[in-house]
């Protein structure tokens, strides 16, 4: 007989009393201002939905952000069955603020979970994977939004295929965990091409939301203001990295002098901050800077016990990233209108759209190079390389802020698709990648 495990009925019994005590509480629809009792009760249910929905995922399985992004599709469609008291949720500015924290500090975090000694020691497949798993998916994008939306601007057809360029590191990385192979050579590549991956995403990223704002504003946006976006991309990255070696150490050695208890988390959220700043500043996304800003760290100056003892900055990260990260999943979920899918057009542009993204990330297994064959699973790198999970719904996010001639880019039925997208690849790569394993070791 199974165990009994009261910790999730205990979640859920709380939850379910914490609904319907907001929902009284609240006598109405809740208002989409910033008053602070509102955004108190968005919060507590937020939280604990966010937690109790990744609890159910991980016991299923599936990576913890599924349940959440589930949990907040179902918040924010309440009203389809006729309860209207969390419809401001999403229109609360603060949470809008918070989420954005969020995600700013979740693509800190995958910068310092990645190496860049590492990423370069990958090799030649790694970098041919990255580079196809770029291009294939992007040009099918591309083709998905010319066939359902033939007279939508280009630009929404380029931000498609800059949504499905994007692979998701964390996801990946928790899959191949959870399945003990961290330690293969198909796990080496594709990490290593995940890395690379997002770096060549963000500056598609880059270069798309460039063109956008410049025919938004009315100017021509001409091949060489694209090269010079490109250029300022890598301009950045590269900035980024010399001052991680020269000038975050010096940096820190100061905020190390004066001894203050928590010096070392603030010094880097300060970093993280900043290079978001200026990668703004800079055309870029601020994205861009709290992935270089956590590049970079990971090496510069945190791995000096004699300075820092046991402590490291990913733990000390931790509680706030527990605040923040799922106020941005779920509020991306809580932005899906799942009335937009009353229309069959909807849910076939999210299936095609999703079958895309699939067989993009295929065509990346094309890049692995080795000197014996069979010594990597080609069809291991490839269903590795599907996951979209939190950096195709950032760029989703970032699409929905972007406009041509007063029409969103990614439109509400648009964003709907990609979440849904987002959410099948997250849900097939560990059952294909689980049995792709059993395969080639068999």
């Known amino acids: 007989m199974a165990r009994f495990r009261p910790a999730p009925v205990a979640v859920l019994a709380l939850l379910a009393v914490i609904i319907p005590v907001a929902a009284y509480a609240s006598s109405g629809p809740v208002s ?3 008053d602070i009792t509102t955004i108190l009760v968005a919060l507590a249910v937020i939280l604990l939905g966010a937690k109790l929905g990744g609890s159910l995922a991980s016991r299923l399985k599936q990576p913890a952000v599924l349940g959440e992004l589930l949990f907040g599709v179902l918040l924010g469609n309440l009203a389809l069955v006729g309860l209207r008291w969390t419809e401001g949720f999403s229109q609360l500015g603060a949470l809008g603020t918070l989420a954005q924290l969020g995600v700013i500090l979740l693509l800190f975090q995958i910068g310092l979970e990645a190496n860049l000694a590492d990423m370069m020691r990958v090799g030649l497949s790694a970098l041919l994977v990255a580079m196809l798993g770029v291009i294939g998916p992007f040009l ?11 007279h939508a601007p280009i630009y929404m057809h380029l931000f498609l295929g800059a949504i499905l360029s994007a692979t998701s590191v964390g996801i990946t990385a928790r899959v191949l ?3 003990g192979r961290l330690d293969t050579d198909e796990a080496h590549v594709i990490l290593g091409a995940a890395v690379i991956d997002d770096i060549l995403g963000l500056v598609v990223l880059a270069v798309v939301s460039g063109m956008i704002r410049g025919a938004e504003s009315g100017s021509s946006v001409s091949s060489a203001a694209v090269l010079w976006l490109i250029i300022k991309a890598v301009l950045f990255l590269g900035g980024a990295i010399l001052a991680g070696r020269y000038v975050y150490p010096w940096l820190f050695r100061v905020a190390d002098y004066l001894r203050v208890r928590g ?7 300060a970093v993280c901050f900043l290079a978001s700043f200026v990668a703004a500043k800079a055309g870029l996304a601020p994205i861009v800077g709290a992935f270089a800003a956590g590049l970079v760290l990971d090496d510069a100056y945190f791995r000096d016990p004699k300075r820092h003892g046991r402590e490291r900055l990913e733990e000390l990260l931790e509680p706030l990233a527990f605040f923040l990260v799922p106020v941005f999943f779920v509020k991306m979920g809580m932005d899906v209108d799942l009335s937009a899918f009353a229309t069959g057009g909807v849910i076939w542009f999210a299936l095609v759209l999703t079958l895309a993204a699939i067989l993009g990330k295929q065509l990346s297994a094309l890049g692995v190079v080795t000197r014996k064959k069979g010594s990597i699973s080609r069809w291991i790198v490839g269903f590795g390389m599907i996951p979209r999970g939190e950096v195709g719904l950032i760029f989703a996010s970032i699409g929905a802020t972007l406009s041509v001639a007063g029409e969103a880019v990614v439109s509400p039925a648009i964003y709907s698709a990609v979440v849904v997208m987002v959410m099948l690849t997250t849900l097939v790569t560990p059952a294909l990648l689980a049995w792709s394993f059993r395969r080639h070791l068999s």
Do not use: E, N, Q, R
């Open 177 to 179: 965990k959870d399945l």
């Open 32 to 34: 989409g201002g910033d």
């Open 263 to 269: 010096m070392l988390l603030i010094s880097a959220l």
């Open 140 to 150: 099918l994008g591309w083709g998905v939004g010319i066939w359902f939306y033939p």
